[in-house]
């Protein structure tokens, strides 16, 4: 009733339906010639639990073994040798998920983060990755390695192997990875999210100091001793040189609790396999949840010279123009509270007149166009 509409297309002969079946497929579309790299690539619970099945403390029973073979697509019948023989025979989750990596593959992947050449490429620590000869023998598997990443292992077995061995191993990885974590469980709580007294610390102090700075950046602007940047105005120097330090203010906490977090913590696992989250949303949770924005600008005096009544004329402190200095654990105050409904109702309405604008415009193609159309003979 609103316009909507689907159109269906019928090819009509053998060669039109050949041609279209082999456009068509989806193994033949997995690796896209446009960025040179796989557009498919495992998501959300596999790949969070592809994660932690490649962890070096997951060890199962020949049970749980036994059970898990009969999930790997095309299996031969034969168990792998234990990684463990004594006391009691012991395979790791490396081994399970190697099952589904095509016999014979060699993939090596050195990290391209910043972090020490030992971390990169560690068989130890688990840094970078190491596949060889169709077994995983270090790294983790995460969104890096197997999501739709030029260079990973979907875009290596889809090169070397073809597409329906690309196709084999998102099944096989798949089916043996839910299953595991169907047993094994995953879930996250407020624990998570709770920061160690030490962190807490040091995230009031990231705060605290910056906060400083910004007393001293107002002073120097009230007093008349603030330099105007190239191409600003003084008032406009002053607002960037607060945003910068109150950003400084978040990204410095959000680091303290990212180097606080192990990797036993499971809100820190699902932003690391890369299936849900990112750091500034855990830092976000547990530490500060920073400058609060609309229209890109620090929150406007809606009022006379100020942004609520509840403070006083000309305050232009951060609490005042939308700094959130708590965590979403500890919770927000209610004028901290006003200032991030501010903030999220800005993303509703961009959405809501975006949505409109996109679908006005496709009915003026379409209308447009409607009574263009091309002959047999390629003439318009």
């Not at 696992?269 to 976000?284: L, V, Y």
């Not at 009022?303 to 006083?312: C, G, I, N, V």
């Amino acid at each position: 009733f609103d316009g909507d509409e689907m159109n269906l297309h019928v090819p009509q002969g053998e060669e039109s339906r050949a041609e279209l079946n082999q456009l068509a497929m989806v193994p033949l579309s997995i690796v896209s010639p446009q960025r040179n790299g796989p557009l498919m690539g495992i998501v959300q619970d596999t790949l969070c639990g592809i994660y932690k099945i490649c962890r070096r403390d997951t060890f199962l029973t020949r049970e749980q073994v036994m059970n898990i073979m009969l999930w790997v697509p095309d299996w031969d019948g034969v168990l792998p040798p234990p990684a463990i023989v004594k006391p009691r025979p012991r395979w790791t989750g490396k081994q399970m998920i190697s099952m589904a990596l095509p016999s014979g593959l060699n993939l090596l992947r050195v990290e391209k983060d910043n972090s020490t050449l030992s971390e990169k490429f560690s068989p130890l620590g688990d840094g970078g990755l190491l596949i060889h000869g169709g077994q995983l023998m270090y790294g983790m598997f995460s969104k890096k390695t197997v999501g739709a990443s030029g260079g990973g292992v979907i875009h290596t077995i889809f090169n070397e192997y073809g597409p329906d061995s690309a196709v084999a191993f998102s099944n096989g990885a798949q089916t043996i990875v839910n299953y595991w974590l169907l047993h094994n469980g995953f879930s996250i709580g407020i624990g998570d999210t709770i920061p160690d007294p030490y962190t807490i610390h040091r995230i009031e102090n990231c705060v605290r100091n910056r906060k400083k700075e910004v007393e001293s950046i107002t002073e120097s602007a009230t007093d008349n001793t603030l330099e105007a940047l190239p191409g600003m105005n003084v008032r406009e120097t002053f607002e960037s040189k607060v945003s910068r330090a109150l950003n400084n203010a978040r990204d410095e906490a959000g680091g303290e609790t990212e180097k606080s977090l192990k990797d036993i913590n499971h809100a820190i696992q699902m932003a690391r396999s890369g299936s849900k989250g990112s750091t500034i949303n855990i830092s976000q949770m547990t530490a500060v949840v920073g400058q609060q924005s609309v229209e890109g600008k620090r929150i406007p005096f809606g009022f006379k010279y100020r942004t609520l009544p509840h403070f006083t004329k000309d305050d232009y402190s951060p609490e005042s123009r939308g700094f959130v200095e708590n965590s979403y654990l500890r919770g927000l105050t209610p004028t901290e509270f006003f200032f991030h409904a501010m903030a999220g109702r800005e993303g509703l309405i961009d959405t809501a007149v975006k949505t409109a604008e996109t679908g006005y415009i496709q009915r003026k193609l379409v209308k447009a166009l409607e009574e263009v159309m091309v002959k047999y003979d390629g003439t318009v």
